[in-house]
């Protein structure tokens, strides 16, 4: 599939900075005119720049990566993980769901009845109002390269907010740090939302652990991690609750 064969050419980009469209056709095994058209639309998604045969990756990525950018990375972990959580969802419940990638791959899951849906990401309420999931956000600037909604009046409005469950994201799981992210503003969001909620779920495939982002949000304690699988080189002993979908037992550590 395209989205699939673009996601590789970015993981590539990722590990190499620059790509060839000789050595992706042969790797993909595809022509280089189909390498050329990928390569095109990862451009228009200002994921690389193009030159003669090949490709750079864009460096703004390298400082916080476009939603467009995210949706390509780990998109099947992040599949499991969305469809686990929205499981979790009760019929009635009143639910907040956080602005990223797997957060947004929940919609589709979601089968329980009479909820409602806080969120501030412009692209889970298009999610939620194509399946028809009442929903509601509140105000604030919009950031596009998160394309979420927010500022400090939205901080203060959500004071007032109560929820049963909630799923954020992060961008850093660490042992000692906790949950971290790259915004400010966006960290204090997340903090109260879990101040808030009476289940709070961190969504994290298996690459955002032992990793440190520049602004906590919360302790390790403070929510339960739900992940794809865990990683055999990584003592998880000291990260708190985690529920790791392969695991056959499910348990939570």
Known sequence: MKKDRIAMIYELCQQTREVLVEDLAEALNV???????????MEDMKLVHRFYGGAVMNKDMEIEPTMNAKHLVNMSKKSQIAKYAAALIKDNDIVYIDAGTTTEMMIDYIHAKNILVVTQALSILDRLYERQIRCYTLG???????????????????ANMNFNISFLGCNGIHSLFGFSTTNEIEAMLKKMIISKTENAYILADSSKFNQISNIKFAEKEDAVIITECLLEDLDYSSYGKIISISDPKNSLR
Do not use: H, P, W
């Not at 022509?31 to 639309?41: E, G, P």
């Not at 919009?142 to 909604?149: A, D, G, L, P, W």
């Open 31 to 41: 022509s280089c005119a189909t390498i050329r058209r990928d390569l095109q639309k």
């Open 140 to 158: 604030g600037y919009v950031k596009f390269s998160t394309n979420i909604i927010i500022d400090n009046d939205t901080i203060e409005k959500m």
